[in-house]
């Protein structure tokens, strides 16, 4: 048995590269937050929490930047967990072409978002993009909305983009999850005269649960540390009205404020750890009550 087993120093080069490039790093930046580490000065100084002080003042918008990162991150949950869900349903059904479709659905997840920021920069610019223009063509011109450059728009249209691109990993996830279970759950339920709204609720959500809990955890670590569509689709804009924590850690570091942006990143690190224990912790426990 001893001769079959790989030796644990083969396990060595990776744990070591793992501490070189993340845990020491990772170190580093929370002693570094508790400074005021800047480019404007040679000297590092231990300041404590003023940096986090600074995060919850009335007089800064961070707090902002909070509230709309955990807006982002609830609305791209609920969205992406719905639609993925009800396509993951109608495509485990024997519908014609189901293959196509689940082509078509996850197809946006695999193009990087960059490019998907970049097409939908141009679709939804208010002048000349595609949507207003197909707007105005149908006589729906009064629908046409300044969808990138007006506050009340702009962060409901980040959050679409997301939900399309994101919705099909998510689809093919759950659909792989409903896939697994078994028919003979459904068929004893049926004669027994449960109805099909019954099925789903007391078969299919508590056998799908350990899928609800990948697909719910993922879309949770990607909302908090959402970043690429907000930048290239607004870059924080109109103003500050979009701004997420990671693209205002980019523009703190943009402007040498090192410290607030190490302490930035410190607490999203907390943020997402905590919420992803809960997270799993609470939805495992309903699916077992189930």
């Known amino acids: 048995m ?23 790093p990772g170190v580093m930046g929370f002693y570094y937050s508790f400074t005021d580490w800047n480019s404007y000065s ?10 986090f002080k600074e995060m919850f003042s009335p007089d800064e918008n961070y707090v902002d930047f909070i509230v709309n990162t955990l807006n982002f991150t609830v609305s791209t949950v609920a969205l ?17 072409m189901k293959g196509f479709h689940r082509v078509m659905i996850f197809m946006p997840a695999i193009v990087p978002m960059l490019v998907v920021g970049l097409i939908f920069k ?7 993009g595609l949507l207003n223009e197909t707007l105005r063509f149908l006589g729906l011109g009064f629908l046409a909305q300044k969808w ?13 983009v997301d939900t399309w691109k994101g919705v099909g990993y998510i689809m093919i996830i759950l659909l792989a999850g409903l896939q697994s279970i078994s028919k003979t759950y459904y068929e004893a339920a049926e004669i027994d005269g ?12 508590p056998l799908l649960m350990p899928a609800l809990v990948v697909t719910t955890v993922l879309n949770l670590l990607h909302g908090l540390k959402v970043f ?16 997420v924590l990671y693209t205002v850690i980019f523009k703190e570091f943009s ?23 809960f997270v799993i912790r609470l939805m495992s426990r309903q699916g077992e009550e189930h």
């Open 2 to 24: 001893r001769n079959k087993l790989y030796p644990s120093y083969f396990a060595w080069g990776a744990i070591f590269l793992y501490l070189l490039f993340f845990v020491v």
């Open 42 to 51: 040679d000297e590092i100084n231990f300041i404590g929490f003023d940096n």
């Open 80 to 96: 992406k967990t719905a639609l993925g869900l009800a396509f993951a349903l109608a495509l485990n059904e024997g519908i014609r």
């Open 122 to 128: 141009s679709v939804l610019n208010p002048a000349t």
């Open 148 to 160: 990138l450059v007006d506050a009340a728009w702009a962060f409901k249209s980040i959050i679409a």
């Open 194 to 205: 449960a109805s099909a709204w019954g099925r789903f609720i007391h078969i299919t959500i």
């Open 228 to 243: 690429e569509v907000v930048y290239v689709l607004t870059n924080g804009g109109p103003g500050w009205s979009t701004d």
């Open 255 to 277: 402007m040498g404020r090192y410290g607030v942006g190490t302490a930035l990143s410190s607490l999203l690190f907390f943020v997402m750890t905590a919420a992803g224990y």
